[in-house]
């Protein structure tokens, strides 16, 4: 049988962070499906106006949810860090450690842009703070004793032919948007696997996984993609996007799948189970050969070392 959000377990007394819940967003219905199970729910987003739109519509939607706020900007380190303190720091004033970090929020085919760290904007948001965030959460997910982090990567990982392995404060050649969203993407596989990998070596009781959305009607398309392209061709993208993909609901099911169900082993990647993965109920799911490649998987992480400042596990 196909999973379905009935599957999703009893999470009360579960502590959880969702990234990027944005009203009518992915991360937006992964928060509402963990807070109707009965989590507590930290939404963390760099818009605070943004984040309390959020959290009124899921108390509407889900009466008595436990749901506390974050501001959380992943294109600056220091927000980054900034963020995760406060994240500890929440979950402490809860009660009980941290059961669940969900990496969703991220940018799609932006226009060229540097970060205050001078960094790629797509690499910063996508990679290197989910990398710098984890790292900062780390304790308080072991401590939970059954952590697990979920990562969100894309089909598009598929189009990256190499891995962004170069030094990021250094642009090389023209600039393309599409790019570098796979290399990002690509990067969430890598960082995944890899983590994973460290996560056993290191005899933590935390395990990670990542999930992708398939072709999901999300906000990522007119935030990002289509302010690359001229108008009338942006206009036909999003038309085709909005006629072949499925909603931003289902289009959390497998982030929600690889976040609560209890025998998904982990280092699993869960996408959509029909229309090339396209849309559909969730399942485990393979990634492209170079997603698999620990050598590149290993040169990312001491790079994301490098770059960000912190070390683990």
Known sequence: M????????DLTGKNAVVTGPTIGGIGYFIARGLAAAGARVILAGRSWEKLDDAAAALTEEVPGASLDRVALDLASLQAVRAGAEAIAAATFDGGGPLHLLVNNAGVMATPQARTVDDLDLQMATNHFGPFLLTGLLLEPLAESGEGRIVTMSSMMHRMARKAPLGFPTVQVGRYSPWNVYSQSKLANLLFTYE???RLEKAGLPVAAYAAHPGLASSQLMANGAS??????????????VRAMAQTPEAGAWPALMAATFPDLEPGTYVGPGGGLEGRGAPKPVSSSRLARDREAARALWELSEQTTGVSYP
């Open 2 to 9: 196909a999973w379905t959000t009935s599957d999703i377990p």
């Open 227 to 240: 302010r690359t392209m001229i108008a009338p061709i942006a206009s036909i993208g999003e038309a085709a």
């Open 195 to 197: 983590l994973q990998r």
